[in-house]
């Protein structure tokens, strides 16, 4: 079974459970005593559920799904109420074409702080020397504000893509870390993505004669600023 705790919605706690092909949001009251059971009908049922998001507001909650059918992945997108009820029509937000059966999601979805902005992005690393990105930015209303194809450069194959982050303007941020046969992180990227522009700003993150562990990233909303942490080493495997 898998389950997703969406969060407190008109007086309701809601939970998604997911057994085999049934799939359905349970309603619990202040007392946590089970008040109904919704049985999610529109989801399909013979094809691969790969993966749901749940993003909750004050009285409803966006439910962004990926499925495989045959070769095809697709991306949707529903709105629900407190009562677990679908309030919208069925949005599709994207699809990818793709030659195998995918155990892992396609898409990844990220929603800014005060969940004003809501991105939706895939990124196609067949070619491990050029990554390709795509990013859909919707509002609150899933109206979207743009969409951009973006490319990047994948110098060592050593390099990996870490820590998104959606800010309230709409910008997506992430690193690029170079780390060698699984050793510390010895070059590093912070990446902008601007929300209304199809670029990407890099700049690197100078390190001077330290190793980086994990890098994090908060976004500092109310400052407008971005905040990178991480634990070091003065030498390799330190």
């Known amino acids: 079974m898998n389950f997703d705790i969406i969060g407190k919605i008109d007086g309701n706690f809601l939970v998604y459970k997911n057994i085999r092909n049934s799939n359905s949001i349970v309603l619990f009251n202040d007392e946590m005593k089970q008040a109904s059971k919704v049985n999610l009908d529109f989801l399909p049922d013979y094809d691969r559920m790969i993966n749901v998001d ?30 677990g009820k679908k309030i919208s ?24 702080e005060d969940k004003s902005k809501l991105i939706v992005f895939k990124i196609n690393s067949k070619n491990k020397r050029l990554y390709f990105m795509t990013t859909m930015l919707y509002d609150n209303n899933l109206q979207l504000l743009k969409k951009s194809r973006l490319t990047i450069p994948m110098e060592d194959r050593d390099e990996y893509l870490n820590e998104f982050n959606l800010d309230n303007d709409g910008d997506l941020v992430f690193t690029k870390i170079l780390r060698s046969n699984n050793d510390n992180i010895s070059q590093a990227y912070f990446i902008i993505k601007p929300a209304a522009d199809d670029t990407l700003r890099a700049n690197e993150l100078k390190l001077d004669k330290i ?3 994990e890098i994090h990233i908060k976004v500092d909303n109310f400052n407008k ?4 942490t991480s634990f070091y080493y003065l030498q390799r495997r330190g």
């Open 89 to 112: 029509d069925i949005m599709e937000m994207d699809t990818t074409r793709i030659g195998f059966a995918a155990n892992n999601k396609i898409y990844t979805v990220l929603t800014s």
């Open 225 to 228: 600023r971005y905040l990178i």
């Open 211 to 213: 190793y980086l562990d």
């Open 54 to 83: 749940f993003f909750a507001y004050g009285n409803f909650f966006y439910m962004i799904y990926q499925y495989q059918k045959r070769n095809i992945i697709y991306c949707m997108a529903v709105k629900l109420d407190g009562n």
